[in-house]
Nanobody, 124 residues
Framework: QMQLVESGGGLVQAGGSLRLSCAAS????????MGWFRQAPGKEREFVAA????????AYSDAAKGRFTISRDNGKNTVYLQMNSLTPEDTAVYYC?????????????????WGQGTQVTVSS
């Protein structure tokens, strides 16, 4: 079992930045692919970014490319999402996810564990 706890969400003005963190329990964190997804009101959950266990491979949605950066610290069992140049369209609940057998980083299938989410609100 793995538990994931997100933090760092909040209210920010357009153009601002936030850094989300996801702390994971469990001794095998370094073996997991970690991902960030988000869900805006009335919309389906969508992929934002993911990072391979080795941290060598990362993936981003088109909306996140160039603005967001995913990273991980296996020593702290934590994955981060640095979000810059935020726009109101980034307003959503952001979820952290973990999976051992994730064949496609951008698909929810394969992520076995999910956090409760953290709210990000970007005002115009």
């Amino acid at each position: 079992q793995m538990q994931l706890v997100e933090s760092g969400g909040g209210l920010v003005q357009a153009g601002g930045s936030l850094r989300l963190s996801c702390a994971a329990s469990g001794r095998t964190f370094s073996s997991y692919v970690m991902g960030w997804f988000r869900q805006a009101p009335g919309k389906e959950r969508e992929f934002v970014a993911a990072i391979h266990w080795s941290a060598v491979v990362t993936a981003y949605s088109d909306a996140a490319k160039g603005r967001f950066t995913i990273s991980r610290d296996n020593g702290k069992n934590t994955v981060y999402l640095q979000m810059n140049s935020l726009t109101p369209e980034d307003t959503a609940v952001y979820y952290c996810a973990a999976g051992l057998r994730v064949s496609t980083l951008s698909r929810m299938l394969g992520y076995d564990y999910w956090g409760q989410g953290t709210q990000v609100t970007v005002s115009s």
